[in-house]
T-cell receptor, first 118, second 114 residues
């Protein structure tokens, strides 16, 4: 079974300061992990994904995330927030089943709303 | 972002109405998905289609009926819905059905059931 916990429902930062959005996961086998972003009245857009290659994953718009197996974490960071980063962010896990095949089932966290102040 | 389109963007319907949501993907993908996004709840996977065959149905009530006539189009037929069905319905597609393939999402249909 797989699950995702986003530790903060809201994060507020000032423009130009670092962003940290926290995510912990649980999975039975070898997970793939994703971060998606959803701007108001828009669909979800993939920021980055981890698929068992490098543990530090770089995404679009300056975001990156580090896969830490020992901590079962996949936190999303950005060195300097921009006003356009204000949105809702979802941490997502997709696990392999016992046969080593994933059925495309993504389990979503509850989302973190990022507010960026000028 | 225009790879997956959804119509209508907003829909208000009564509990006795019948309506359909449409999704179209222009990415050459073989798998398509319906998700429900309710306020204060995680995204819920409703249906998965792979090569036009329904491969997953996550205990969705029968008042929701999906249809996938070809790999580019996905419909969600709605009938005698309840107010608690009000939500944002998102369509997504991926190259193949598998957790490693990125899912591309449409903008969603905001459904209100009166």
């Amino acid at each position: 079974a797989q699950s995702v916990t986003q530790l903060d429902s809201h994060v507020s930062v000032s423009e130009g300061t670092p962003v940290l959005l926290r995510c912990n996961y649980s999975s039975s086998y070898s997970p793939s992990l994703f971060w998606y972003v959803q701007h108001p009245n828009k669909g979800l857009q993939l920021l980055l994904k981890y698929t068992s290659a490098a543990t530090l994953v770089k995404g679009i718009n300056g975001f990156e995330a580090e896969f830490k197996k020992s901590e079962t974490s996949f936190h999303l960071t950005k060195p300097s927030a921009h006003m356009s980063d204000a949105a809702e962010y979802f941490c997502v896990v997709s696990d392999l089943d016992a046969g080593g095949t994933s059925y495309g089932k993504l389990t979503f966290g509850q989302g973190t709303i990022l507010t960026v102040h000028p | 972002e225009t790879g997956v389109t959804q119509t209508p963007r907003h829909l208000v319907m009564g509990m006795t109405n019948k309506k359909s949501l449409k999704c179209e993907q222009h990415l050459g993908h073989n798998a398509m998905y319906w998700y429900k996004q309710s306020a204060k709840k995680p995204l819920e996977l409703m249906f998965v289609y792979s090569l036009e065959e329904r491969v997953e149905n996550n205990s969705v009530p029968s008042r929701f009926s999906p249809e996938c006539p070809n790999s580019s189009h996905l419909f969600l037929h709605l009938h005698t819905l309840q107010p608690e069905d009000s939500a944002l319905y998102l369509c997504a597609s991926s190259l193949a059905r598998g957790g490693l393939d990125t899912q591309y999402f449409g903008p969603g249909t905001r459904l209100t059931v009166l």
